[in-house]
C-alpha cells in the first residue's frame, strides 16, 4: 500500500508564505502526476469540491489554477518521492485544507489526509 502525508500547514497572516510537504512512502516503484487540491473548511466530506491548485508530472511540467499563478511554485523531489508548495503572498482566500495527491504506479491514485492553511487578514 501507499500512504501519503503532508505537512507544513499553520497560521500565517496574509501577506506572508508557508511551504507545505507531502511525503509519499509505502511500496513505490514510481510516481506519475502528482497534484496539490485544497478545501475550504467545512466542505471536508465533499471531495468532489477539491480545488486544483497545482499539478506537476513525473518530468517536472507544472500546471496551475489562475488563482495562485505567480504566488505559488509547485516542485517535487522523484528521488525522496515528496512534493513541494511554496505558497507566497498569501491571501485570506487561500485558507483551506491543502490535500496532497499522487497517481502511483501499479497502485492508483492517493490522497493524503490534509494540513490546514489559514491566512488572517
Known amino acids: 500500500q501507499v500512504q501519503l502525508v503532508e505537512s507544513g500547514g499553520g497560521l500565517v497572516q496574509a501577506g506572508g508564505s508557508l511551504r507545505l510537504s507531502c511525503t509519499a512512502s509505502?511500496?513505490?516503484?514510481?510516481?506519475?502526476?502528482m497534484g496539490w487540491y485544497r478545501q475550504a473548511p467545512g466542505k471536508q466530506r465533499e471531495r468532489k469540491q477539491r480545488?486544483?491548485?497545482?499539478?506537476?508530472?513525473?518530468?517536472?511540467?507544472?500546471n496551475y489554477a489562475n488563482s495562485v499563478k505567480g504566488r505559488f511554485t509547485i516542485s517535487r523531489d522523484n528521488a525522496k518521492n515528496r512534493m513541494y508548495l511554496q505558497m507566497n503572498e498569501l491571501k485570506p482566500e487561500d485558507t483551506a485544507v491543502y490535500y496532497c495527491?499522487?497517481?502511483?504506479?501499479?497502485?492508483?491514485?492517493?490522497w493524503g489526509k490534509g494540513t490546514l492553511v489559514t491566512v488572517s487578514s
Open positions: 509505502g511500496s513505490i516503484i514510481s510516481i506519475n502526476a
Open positions: 480545488e486544483l491548485v497545482a499539478t506537476i508530472t513525473s518530468g517536472g511540467s507544472t
Open positions: 495527491n499522487a497517481d502511483v504506479i501499479t497502485w492508483g491514485d492517493y
